[in-house]
């Protein structure tokens, strides 16, 4: 069943995106042209396994965690790895503008 998601680019321009519900985030990203990663980890990343942290990305409404990564980043306020995502309908995503990973920031924008 098809799901909508507004992702919002580092440079304010907004994108609605429909894809499959369950999908992971990061594999939607990159098929509509949306890298999550920063501008040095576009070649050098883990390629979706969730151990580099290169892909994260600030949503609206973040669901509960269920990687050990995210559980932290929740916690600490870093970025949600969207490799460890799965697409929700009615998602709101931000991608960041980083070189490596994200900021650590209460507030961005998303809230």
Known sequence: MPA???V??????????????GAVLRDVLLDADLSPHGRYAKRVNCGGR?????CG??????PDPDHW?????????YPRLSCQLRVRDGMRVKLLDKRVWGS????????
């Open 8 to 21: 919002e680019t580092p440079e304010g321009e907004t994108h609605d995106l429909t894809a499959e519900r």
């Open 69 to 77: 990564h995210d559980d932290l980043a929740d916690r600490f306020g």
């Open 57 to 62: 990305v600030r949503l609206a409404e973040p």
């Open 4 to 6: 909508t998601l507004t």
């Open 50 to 54: 969730g151990i580099c942290a290169t």
């Open 104 to 111: 650590r920031q209460a507030s961005d924008g998303m809230e």
